[in-house]
């Protein structure tokens, strides 16, 4: 499926935070919560 060039960053954000969360170190929920706070900023802002 093809992803518009606007939001491909936005999806590489969220695949990466999600990956961050479901490391069981502690220490990646602070990178996870930025990497998934860039998908949403980016999401916001296409809209």
């Known amino acids: 499926m093809p992803v518009p060039p606007e939001y491909r960053m936005a999806l590489v954000y969220y695949a990466a935070g999600h990956v961050q969360l479901r ?15 860039s998908y949403k ?3 916001e802002v296409g809209q």
């Open 23 to 37: 490391d069981d170190e502690v220490t990646q929920d602070s990178r996870a919560a930025s990497f998934i706070g």
């Open 41 to 43: 900023q980016i999401m």
